[in-house]
Nanobody, 123 residues
Framework: QVRLVESGGGSVQAGGSLRLSCAASGYIYRYYSMGWFRQAPGKEREGVAAIDSDGTTRYRDSVKGRFTISQGNAENTMSLQMDSLKPEDTAVYYC?????????????????WGQGTQVTVSS
């Protein structure tokens, strides 16, 4: 059974930093791409960043220059370094992974999801 496990969420003041990590287990192949989505209260889930197996990265405009996604040393692991955090970054952050190509923003492209980790940024 495939599992994605996130870690690193928490609470921080505006301007602070957090680092999220995600590790997949039970998947015998290398994912084509892994990404982070987030969902704030009362809002739809949205894509934050993604990284393909070749190292190509993608970000939503609102986090460019502040967030950095990177592959981990082990296969099917990744991290999201979040700097200069803002209150509007407050959300539950989900790790997701997909085996095939397609738009990184489309949730249905991702076959495996983590349980989510809370990130709270206070002003």
């Amino acid at each position: 059974q495939v599992r994605l496990v996130e870690s690193g969420g928490g609470s921080v003041q505006a301007g602070g930093s957090l680092r999220l990590s995600c590790a997949a287990s039970g998947y015998i192949y290398r994912y084509y791409s892994m990404g982070w989505f987030r969902q704030a209260p009362g809002k739809e889930r949205e894509g934050v960043a993604a990284i393909d197996s070749d190292g190509t990265t993608r970000y939503r405009d609102s986090v460019k220059g502040r967030f950095t996604i990177s592959q981990g040393n082990a296969e099917n692991t990744m991290s999201l370094q979040m700097d200069s955090l803002k209150p509007e970054d407050t959300a539950v952050y989900y790790c997701a992974a997909r085996a095939g190509r397609g738009s990184w923003l489309l949730e249905y492209m991702y076959s495996d999801w983590g349980q989510g980790t809370q990130v709270t940024v206070s002003s």
